[in-house]
């Protein structure tokens, strides 16, 4: 990824960064579905939810911009 130059830039690659988090760990508690893993299962989504709540307030700080 390219480095970006100012705060908003930066914010704004920050918020990309928590997306691809949170598709990640829901692609991960599919598998884990899959594996009859619930309990990682739930945790991983969990920790997309979190993710998920890092880009919403990472949006708003934007919007402050």
Known sequence: FEKPADLKGMLE??????????????????????????????????MAADEAGHARELRRLIKGL
Do not use: C, S, T
Request: no cysteine; charged share 35%.
């Open 13 to 46: 690659l920050n918020v990309k960064m928590e997306a691809e988090d949170v598709a990640n760990y829901l692609a991960h508690a599919k598998l884990a579905e899959q594996l009859e893993l619930p309990e990682l299962k739930m945790k991983l989504e969990e």
